[in-house]
């Protein structure tokens, strides 16, 4: 009590008061309401627009609201890290993992004594660590605002929290220990910076997220354990409060820049698949901390979204969206393209991660809607765990967004396995080849650089200052800078996703950073892995070109195959027909061959909705066929059919294939060829085409038209279009085709000249179905 009289005597002696109330404040506040008054009054006596004076109150409410909303959510936090350790983990019971029991708080509450009575040294290495690594990345970051530099770094007294700890047990090696430490961090730090001169400050820093540290190896002697392993799993959530003249920057939309080069950074160091390693004991080789250790290959398909929140505002109200999606898993991310104006867009958008570790974490699939003149709006969020498909092998669903009133989005995933079987690789190529998409990758490389000797001096009165790059395709990754040595050690792991391994090359340069010279340079094709034993190099040396005879880069190399878990099981869809189109298709009659009759008993015989005849064929020696393998010239030739029947309304017939893909979500349709079409003036010969349509939404979208074919009554197409589509819509889908001409024929007022409607249901499209449809009269 004598404390805080005392520190209530100090305050009145620095601060005037008359009956109670503070003269300082009282003054202050009678300047800022004339101030108010005097700019409200220059603005009429100066006959200023009304905007001038709603647009800044409008800023200020909204800067004011934000403030308040921002401080009010430190507040708690900072309650929350003085209140008693089990208090606090007690009252969050309800929000912590399932994981998380009685015993557990008692642990917790033991690891928080050990930070409050480390915190001190961990404050001294946090210090380091931000002068040494992030101050300079931020620099570069806001460079476009001028120099950056930290003044002053004080962490303060209130150490981070553990809310939550789990200890794996179960099928773990004996070598090492793994633990995930709900971490959350609500300080007093004091952190002061200049930005071009302009002084400012970071207060009220607050982090939580899910940290995992893994002890590792455990050794025989002193220390018992080898070193650590310390990383977040997903990307943590952080916030701070800018103080200072930078204060006017904590705006929604700009304080979120400084906040999102934060929270890169933070990815860069320890987000998953970058892991922070320490060294405990020098009986332990760096590679093992460093090495990256791959379980597998995340695949993920953004197929679609639907019934999307409408965050535009068009003439008439609510108009629609420009969606986009951004997928991550922890520090990896990509984005889609952007959609315009739709709510149901459909992206067909393919990406990959390299997935170190798949238990606890999340694939997060965030939705916006682009805006160019203000802040993207969010439309919503999906969450998978990623352990879950790692264990189901592949998954196909749709998820209803998370804070969004309605919409869902539609995924496709695969876990690919890591083999050491050069083999694997031809089965990998095959399935890159049949989903059609250039990006995806057959097998992963890691890469380990340990060191370099004898490197050339790139300056004459000192030594080199030497950082390596690495590149293959357009991805290029980077080691630290190494000051003034020619023998730098980095002891760096890396991993690339590879294409194709029996193509690929992979640069390595050796760059000095301050005159940005070349000190060595080093192409290695990665099919020389082939014939290694586990596809792996251990620590060797290579001669480098460009510099010094003796210059070598010493590094390790292991390169693993993509392969799926259920192989085995998979349905035999990699060995059916690929996709027909117009450029892989050769014709053996060039012109248009009236068919001849054919009656057979192993027709069968499917009525259309519009009442049309369907005869899908048992492929005869002599008809249209795709083959169950495709032909080694990887040309699919066709000759006609006997058919020659001009269907049931006398208007021709059509042939289509039909296919239904499920690993690329697409239906396939191949317009073959038409037959028998009517001719009434032979001096006047239509010029037929094929359109599409998907009914009962017959949109712009899933129109589809083939070329004409001018002056022909048995015109061959042989084109091929697709349809993203997921497999549960294909039942309640139906295709519309009509053939019209583009030449307006005299005897009739329309240019549709036959019309088939195919109810898609009737079909296992899974298998390709070749059949002749009768042309029956437009439906209208």
């Not at 109670?20 to 009282?26: D, F, R, Y």
């Not at 998820?399 to 009133?405: F, V």
């Amino acid at each position: 009590m004598n404390e805080e009289n005392k520190k209530d005597d100090n305050k009145d002696i620095g601060e005037k008061r008359v009956a109670g109330i503070s003269l300082k404040g009282t003054v202050y506040s009678i300047l800022k309401k004339a101030s108010v008054v005097g700019f409200v009054y220059l603005a009429g006596y100066l006959q200023w627009s009304v905007a001038w004076l709603i647009g800044p109150v409008a800023l200020l409410v909204i800067r004011d609201q934000y403030k308040k909303e921002s401080e009010r959510r430190r507040d708690i936090a900072k309650a929350s890290a003085l209140t008693n350790e089990k208090d606090v983990i007690l009252a969050r019971i309800d929000d912590l993992p399932a994981w998380v029991y009685f015993p557990d708080v008692e642990r917790a509450e033991w690891i928080n004594k050990i930070f409050k009575q480390c915190w001190p040294n961990v404050n001294h290495y946090v210090r380091e660590l931000i002068r040494d690594k992030i101050q300079h990345i931020l620099a570069k970051n806001l460079d476009k605002f001028g120099s950056f530099k930290f003044e002053r770094i004080i962490l303060g007294s209130v150490p981070p929290r553990i809310g939550g700890i789990k200890v794996y047990d179960a099928n773990m090696p004996r070598s090492e220990i793994i633990m995930d430490l709900d971490l959350f961090y609500a300080g007093d730090c004091d952190i002061n910076f200049t930005l071009q001169g302009i002084k400012g400050g970071i207060k009220d820093f607050q982090l939580h997220g899910m940290l995992r540290v893994v002890l590792k190896p455990l050794i025989t002697t002193m220390p018992i354990v080898g070193g650590l392993q310390v990383f977040f799993l997903n990307n943590p959530s952080i916030d701070f409060n800018l103080v200072g003249v930078v204060d006017v920057l904590d705006m929604p939309g700009l304080g979120d820049m400084l906040r999102r080069i934060v929270v890169e950074q933070i990815a860069a160091m320890m987000v998953l698949p970058n892991k922070l390693p320490i060294k405990l004991s020098d009986t332990v080789e760096a590679a093992e901390l460093k090495i990256p250790e791959p379980e597998g290959v995340l695949r993920v398909h953004v197929i679609e979204a639907k019934n999307l929140m409408k965050k535009d505002i068009g003439m008439l109200g609510k108009g629609k969206s420009d969606p986009y999606a951004v997928i991550n898993v922890g520090a990896q991310e990509f984005r889609t393209k952007t959609i315009q104006n739709t709510v149901d867009p459909k992206w067909d958008y393919w990406c990959e991660f390299d997935i170190l570790d798949s238990e606890g974490q999340l694939l997060y699939l965030h939705l916006w809607d682009f805006d160019e003149t203000s802040d993207n709006e969010v439309l919503g969020r999906a969450t998978i765990e990623v352990a879950n498909i790692a264990k189901k092998g592949s998954d196909d669903m749709w998820i209803t967004l998370e804070k969004a009133k309605h919409g869902m989005v539609h995924v496709r995933l695969t876990w690919l396995k890591l083999s050491k079987n050069y083999s694997d690789l031809k089965a990998a190529l095959e399935e890159t080849q049949y989903l059609r998409v250039t990006s995806m990758s057959t097998a992963l490389l890691t890469l380990y650089i340990d060191s370099a000797r004898n490197l050339p001096q790139a300056r004459t009165s000192s030594k080199p200052d030497p950082y390596v790059t690495l590149t293959l395709y357009t991805n290029t990754k980077q080691t630290a800078m190494q000051k003034r040595t020619s023998d730098p050690v980095w002891e760096e792991g890396f991993t690339f996703l590879v294409t194709n391994p029996e193509t690929d090359t992979l640069y390595i340069k050796i760059m000095d950073q301050k005159t940005g010279n070349e000190l060595g340079l080093l192409n290695l094709n990665l099919s020389m892995l082939a014939d290694k034993p586990n596809l792996e190099i251990q620590r060797q040396p290579f001669g480098l070109l460009k510099g010094d005879h003796n210059s070598k880069i010493i590094m390790s190399m292991h390169l693993r195959i993509l392969k799926q878990e259920n192989d085995s099981a998979k349905t035999p869809l990699l060995h059916q027909a690929s996709t027909i189109s117009t450029s892989s298709v050769s014709l053996d009659h060039q012109q248009s061959l009236p068919p001849s009759e054919k009656s057979t008993s192993s027709e069968n015989v499917i009525k259309s909705e519009t009442g049309g005849i369907v005869e899908e064929e048992i492929i005869p020696e002599t008809s249209p066929i795709i083959s169950s393998t495709p032909p080694s010239s990887g040309v699919i030739h066709r000759t006609p059919s006997m058919t020659s029947s001009s269907g049931e309304s006398g208007l021709g017939r059509i042939q289509l294939t039909l296919r239904y893909s499920v690993q690329r979500q697409r239906l396939i349709v191949v317009i073959h060829q038409i037959a028998n079409l009517p001719l009434k003036d032979p001096s006047n010969i239509p010029d037929p085409y094929v359109k599409l349509y998907l009914l009962p939404d017959r949109s712009r979208e899933t129109k589809r038209k083939t070329v004409v074919v001018k002056d022909n009554c048995n015109p061959i197409f042989d084109e091929s279009f697709e349809y993203l589509i997921s497999q549960g819509e294909l039942s309640s889908q139906q295709l519309e085709v009509t053939v019209c001409t583009q030449k307006q024929l005299f005897y009739s007022s329309t240019n549709v000249m036959g019309q088939v409607i195919v109810d898609l249901s009737q079909f296992n499209l899974t298998q390709p179905i070749n059949s002749w449809f009768d042309l029956q009269p437009e439906k209208k």
